[in-house]
Every structure is written in structure tokens, then in C-alpha cells.
């Protein structure tokens, strides 16, 4: 069993309350748009860091982080990537690989919404956890986390950080 915490979109922002938020995480992943290598290693430094890079990252980001992350963990695979689109309206670029082998977990983040659902066409729980920093145009800092059990999702929080500005 692996509690995960999942944001996206700090652009660079770090809140103190991330501490407090993924203190009992196993593990803290990241749908880009990370912002500095800087606040990568502060993560890095919480705990166990899953993450890739986003549209506004620069290179320093783009060489330590990959565009899109596949991997299995307590038998949940998963894949994440930044600009994915969502069930219904995938981005093109990821579209022949998730219908090609869909993960049983996507997330994606780039839109600053947060979104949860099941995509019964794929058999596929697509996540994006919203934005946690104060740059877009969403009104609430969100974050999300989860249990991956054996093959399980559950136990979904969603939290809200704090208003945007």
C-alpha cells in the first residue's frame, strides 16, 4: 500500500502547508509545470519524487524530468504527462498511446482544473489535481491524494490549499 500526494502547476510556488499536506505520503508526484529545479529538490527532499516536465519548464527541468512518465506500483499502472487532454477530449499526442495500451491510472495536469473520472471507453481512472500555485486563472489551489492497494485506487482527497492570489 503507497499514499500518494499529486499536484500540478506550482509554477515555481512553494507552500509551507505542501509539508503538512504530504506528511503521511509514501510518495509525491508532479504533473508539471514545476517551475525550478529549485523547487523540485524541495520536494525531492519530503520524500520520494515522481515528475514530469511541463510547458512552461525550461531546460534545466526538461533534462531532470521526462514528458511523460510510465510505470508500475502496487500493481496500478500508471501514466502521467502534463498536456493530456482529458476522457472525451485527449490530446493528440497521447491519444494512440492511451488506446493502444491505456494505464489502468492517467493523470495529466496543464489545465488548472481539477478533474476526476473514470473513462469506461479505457478502463482508465484520468486525474488532474488542478493547480497548486498562483499563476493561471483558477481560483483555488488544489492538490490530491490517494492509496494505490494491489491493483487498488482509493481513498481520494481532494485539498484545497488556499484561494489563488
Not at 525550478?36 to 519548464?57: H, M, Q, W
Not at 498511446?97 to 471507453?121: C, E, T, W
Not at 493547480?131 to 485539498?159: C, M, P, S, W
Amino acid at each position: 500500500m503507497k499514499k500518494i500526494g499529486l499536484l500540478s502547476d506550482t509554477h515555481s510556488h512553494w507552500d509551507e502547508k505542501f509539508e503538512t499536506y504530504f506528511a503521511l505520503c509514501d510518495e509525491i508526484w508532479h504533473a508539471g509545470d514545476i517551475g525550478s529545479l529549485t523547487l523540485a529538490c524541495r520536494f525531492e527532499a519530503l520524500k520520494p519524487f515522481r515528475a514530469v516536465y511541463g510547458n512552461i519548464d525550461d531546460a534545466a527541468v526538461r533534462q531532470a524530468y521526462p514528458h511523460t512518465l510510465r510505470f508500475t506500483l502496487e500493481n496500478v499502472d500508471v501514466m502521467i504527462t502534463h498536456i493530456g487532454g482529458y476522457p472525451g477530449r485527449y490530446d493528440p499526442a497521447v491519444l494512440p498511446q492511451l488506446r493502444a495500451n491505456p494505464p489502468k491510472l492517467f493523470i495529466a495536469g496543464h489545465s488548472h482544473i481539477l478533474k476526476v473520472m473514470y473513462d469506461k471507453k479505457l478502463e482508465c481512472l484520468y486525474m488532474n489535481p488542478g493547480a497548486a500555485g498562483k499563476y493561471g486563472f483558477h481560483q483555488v489551489r488544489t492538490l490530491l491524494r490517494f492509496v494505490l492497494d494491489d491493483g487498488n485506487i482509493r481513498d481520494l482527497e481532494v485539498i484545497e490549499i488556499g484561494k489563488q492570489g
